[in-house]
T-cell receptor, first 110, second 115 residues
Framework: GNSVTQMEGPVTLSEEAFLTINCTYTATGYPSLFWYVQYPGEGLQLLLK?????DKGSNKGFEATYRKETTSFHLEKGSVQVSDSAVYFCALSQGNDMRFGAGTRLTVKP | EAGVAQSPRYKIIEKRQSVAFWCNPI?????LYWYQQILGQGPKLLIQFQNNGVVDDSQLPKDRFSAERLKGVDSTLKIQPAKLEDSAVYLCASSLLNQGNSPLHFGNGTRLTVT
């Protein structure tokens, strides 16, 4: 079945550091890929998405590129801020099936 | 637009008791989901509704969990009787379409503690 594997956390960075959170997936066909973010005390919210191979999703300085050849959708940001501290979830969707990774907790220190 | 509303935010019960959670999706969203999020894990789908019909309940422990979405709007999720391993955050989400590329909108969740 479909599945998502993402980099284990926690990840701790200093402000303005470069961020990469790895995500790989297993699926038949061409799923849609998402990154969701969960800030403390809040529900998950969509950060970005890509619906086909080579698409790049971007939002709030974050980017991720749908790589079919490596079945990956790594999340990157060039310069993180303290306000980016949250848990990040990679997810895939195919038909009615939406699968989430285990989440990666990011802490950014000033 | 108003987001997905869930209540209560927190609930503490003893094992073998029953509990119910309520969700009001975003207006006009036909698809509604209930997820269970155990600490340190990603959300796991319990049940998916399309309007008031069940699309997928394959991972719902039907001996103790039940859910309904009367009139295709609000939904309730019930656990009876609760077990210790049911301690988790229960997330409700809705989406406009029942399609793979339609993003989910989540509520803030109900944190359940079973003692």
């Amino acid at each position: 079945g479909n599945s998502v594997t993402q980099m284990e956390g926690p990840v701790t960075l200093s402000e303005e550091a470069f961020l990469t959170i790895n995500c790989t997936y297993t699926a038949t066909g061409y799923p849609s890929l998402f990154w969701y973010v969960q800030y403390p005390g809040e529900g998950l919210q969509l950060l970005l998405k890509a619906t086909k191979a080579d698409d790049k999703g971007s939002n709030k300085g974050f980017e991720a590129t749908y790589r079919k050849e490596t079945t990956s959708f790594h999340l990157e940001k060039g310069s993180v801020q303290v306000s980016d501290s949250a848990v990040y979830f990679c997810a895939l969707s195919q038909g009615n099936d939406m699968r989430f990774g285990a989440g990666t907790r990011l802490t950014v220190k000033p | 637009e108003a987001g997905v509303a869930q209540s209560p935010r927190y609930k503490i019960i003893e094992k073998r008791q029953s509990v119910a959670f309520w969700c009001n999706p975003i207006s006009g969203h036909a698809t509604l989901y209930w997820y269970q999020q155990i600490l340190g894990q990603g959300p796991k789908l319990l049940i998916q509704f399309q309007n008031n019909g069940v699309v997928d309940d394959s991972q719902l422990p039907k001996d103790r969990f039940s859910a309904e979405r009367l009139k295709g709007v609000d939904s309730t999720l019930k656990i009876q009787p609760a077990k210790l391993e049911d301690s988790a955050v229960y997330l409700c989400a809705s989406s406009l379409l029942n399609q793979g590329n339609s993003p989910l909108h989540f509520g803030n969740g109900t944190r359940l503690t079973v003692t």
